[in-house]
């Protein structure tokens, strides 16, 4: 394999063992002492690869065994699950960035400061990439709720907060919902005309106890007690 097609991992551990090698082919000038003390300096380099102490190897190979290289357009892939909360789902966003390594600066992100700031052209670029990757994760009850037009310190703690006062406000308006909906109903009589004249017409098999007349009651005579008495 050539140099420009092997890993730089791989190209580290060469260096550093051909470097040692000439370390101690310049210490030692006997070829027979170096063979017989082969397996013991083989067992040094095991040592050394195993359990370094402020080594290249280990910088090279075991850190980045540790570190999950993910790469940064597998951030457009994270979605928004329907019983996720906006929580949960800004923890992942966020975790995804720190495995994808990119440079996360104060003003791209507003959480995390860097020694090194990038140029203002892609700053403001990387700024509202992230804004509009991660509102497109979102889910389409919380998307639509964003405002249109984006304030000018457009980053993605912004999104985020947003995120979460459009949520609490939807399980408001849910809580409003069903308590309508649980209301105790306020039923209203209603008079019917045909149930009257029903009422008139059955009226004869009433009897007046002042006149003893059918047809209506005592309070509704229109005979006096006078009357009644000259009767």
């Not at 370390?23 to 063979?35: F, G, Q, Y």
């Not at 397996?39 to 280990?58: A, C, G, M, Q, R």
């Not at 400061?113 to 140029?119: K, L, R, V």
Request: hydrophobic residues 30%; positive net charge.
């Amino acid at each position: 394999m050539d140099g420009e097609e092997r890993e730089p991992s791989l190209s580290a551990i060469e260096l550093f063992f051909n470097n040692t090698l000439r370390k101690i082919r310049n210490s030692v000038d006997d070829l027979e002492e170096i063979e017989k003390n082969r397996e013991k300096w083989k067992d040094i380099f095991e040592e050394l690869v195993e359990l370094p102490i402020n080594n290249s190897v280990y910088t090279y190979v075991i850190i980045s065994k540790k570190k999950a290289k993910i790469n940064p357009n597998s951030i457009r892939d994270i979605r928004q699950n329907p019983l996720e909360t906006v929580e949960n789902y800004n923890k992942r966003f966020y975790q995804a960035l720190k495995e994808s390594e990119i440079e996360m600066d104060r003003n791209l992100i507003g959480m995390i400061t860097s020694s090194e700031p990038m140029p203002k052209g892609l700053e403001k670029y990387m700024t509202a990439e992230l804004f509009y990757i991660y509102k497109q994760g979102l889910q389409e009850k919380i998307k639509i709720r964003f405002p249109l037009i984006q304030p000018r310190n457009m980053c993605l703690e912004n999104a985020m907060n947003q995120a979460l006062n459009i949520e609490m406000e939807n399980v408001r308006l849910q809580d409003c919902i069903q308590r309508s909906n649980f209301k105790p109903k306020h039923y209203v009589y209603q008079f019917n005309m045909k149930d009257s004249l029903n009422v008139k017409k059955n009226n004869d098999a009433e009897q007046c106890f002042n006149c003893k007349s059918k047809g209506h009651l005592k309070h509704n005579c229109k005979k006096t007690f006078k009357q009644m008495r000259i009767l």
